[in-house]
């Protein structure tokens, strides 16, 4: 698209998510192609994607095993009922997911985003325990600043304040949150893992003590936040979640829609820390977000007794109409290929190392206050204008694309999550542009 025809574009009826709209609409910031590491603005400016797209865009844009899946699949079959029917494409997606999956987590639910894998991550959970008996466990545990999508569930584990104000009538009873993680006057500038804050995870007790384990259905946690911020765990920090679910029956389920396919160097973030969930979501890079599609793996010991416990008929009164969606499994299954054949999973852990000296070499920098990074994911921290929170970050981010770079942003934190195909000199730019931009900000 070009300028002209974007100036006549209709900008009214599309009513943005996430987004100030006004604020857009006035000076929008439109994207007309994309390939490879960059998009291509409708002024005809390359823009180096330092984000994946919305961290989704693992393989790079268009690539073009993927766009050839996508397009055969819509020629020969555009839609098929997963409800008491099938089709191959489902099936063959599932199996490839469970290939990468940690542990036993081999029985794959297929759903359409991030938001609907947490969703119904929960109800699997209720549903685990009322099948074996102990329709009581109820209550969910999330965490402070944690973000799980934007359905009912999700907003209501997640504990991100913004998200949840306008509709604190409607949030799940029985729900608690564990304290975040980050604590910048003990672990500032940390290169990944930070030594302070285990002990956080301990926390889980005192909240067991004061509900009363038996109440406690879940414990849901993102192994590294990414959307409020890029919270790195402490050391040990997931391990010790581990060992309270255990000790308690409680449930533990990652939130990996963020963390999965690749972005720590391992398929996810699970074999990254040597901790195996009981539930685990994923969506994003499952298909290199070429379709909506996400998805829940299951133990064996979660799919089996909701199976096995219940009466002839339908066992789980879940699902979606465009569940297992031939287009989105079509590309799942051509990326996860891609991903296998190009060893990106190990690429990514070859260049976290370099990401981890380009980001850190900005410390010192203008209003920089904090770098924290693990794997392809990174996160500076900026000190916040007086009265003004959000808007130095804002503006960093307007004035990077304006100068051909994407970053984004959450508060006055800048996030990085470029696609597990960047190369060095990428890298080196994506960050020597953001500290030029730095210089110039007020």
């Not at 672990?187 to 926390?203: N, V």
């Not at 765990?233 to 990652?254: A, M, N, T």
């Not at 396919?261 to 391992?266: K, P, S």
Request: charged share 20%; glycine share 10%; net charge neutral.
């Amino acid at each position: 698209m070009n300028d002209r025809a974007a100036s006549t574009l209709d900008l009214s009826a599309f009513w943005m998510p996430f987004t100030a709209n006004r604020q857009f609409k006035s000076a929008p910031r439109l994207l007309s192609k994309a390939k490879g590491m960059y998009y291509t603005s409708n002024d005809g400016r390359r823009i180096l994607d330092g984000t994946a797209g919305l961290w989704c865009v693992n393989a790079g844009h268009c690539r073009d095993e993927i766009v050839a899946a996508v397009q055969e699949q819509a020629a020969e079959m555009d839609f098929a009922p997963t409800f008491q029917m099938g089709h191959p494409k489902a099936f063959e997606a599932a199996t490839k997911i469970a290939k990468h999956t940690p542990g036993d987590l081999k029985h794959i639910f297929l759903v359409n985003s991030g938001s609907e894998a947490v969703d119904t991550a929960l109800k699997i959970a209720l549903a685990y325990h009322r099948a074996r008996g102990e329709g009581q466990r109820t209550r969910f545990i999330g965490r402070e600043r944690a973000y799980h999508g934007v359905g009912f569930g999700g907003t209501s584990v997640g504990g991100i304040p913004a998200n949840r104000k306008a509709y604190s009538g409607a949030m799940l009873p029985g729900v608690d949150h564990l304290p975040h993680t980050l604590n910048i006057k003990e672990a500032a500038y940390s290169k990944g893992q930070p030594a302070w804050g285990a002990h956080l995870a301990d926390e889980l007790e005192r909240l067991v003590t004061l509900h009363d384990a038996s109440t406690i259905a879940a414990v849901i946690v993102e192994p590294v936040a990414g959307s409020t911020g890029v919270l790195i765990p402490p050391q040990g920090y997931l391990q010790r979640l581990r060992e309270i679910c255990d000790k308690h029956g409680i449930l533990l389920i990652f939130d990996e829609v963020i963390t999965g396919w690749g972005r720590l160097g391992t398929p996810f973030a699970a074999q990254y820390f040597n901790v195996t969930p009981d539930l685990l979501t994923m969506a994003k890079g499952t298909n290199n977000a070429a379709a909506p599609m996400g998805a829940v793996a299951a133990s064996d010991r979660i799919h089996d007794g909701i199976i096995n416990g219940a009466p002839a008929g339908i066992e789980l009164f879940h699902g979606y109409t465009y569940s297992g969606h031939p287009i989105a499994a079509a590309a799942a299954c051509a990326t996860i290929d891609l991903y296998e054949r190009e060893q990106l999973f190990a690429r990514a852990a070859k260049m976290a190392p370099v990401f981890e000296e380009a980001i850190h070499a900005l410390r010192g920098t203008r209003h920089v206050i904090d770098i924290r990074n693990l794997g392809l994911i990174g996160g500076i921290e900026l000190a916040s204008r007086d009265g003004a929170p959000g808007t130095r970050a804002y503006d960093t981010f307007v004035r990077c694309f304006q100068k051909g770079v994407l970053v984004r942003t959450a508060g006055d934190i800048l996030a990085f999550s470029p696609p597990l195909i960047i190369e060095e000199e990428q890298i080196v730019e994506l960050f020597r542009t953001v500290g030029e931009v730095l210089k110039e900000v007020d």
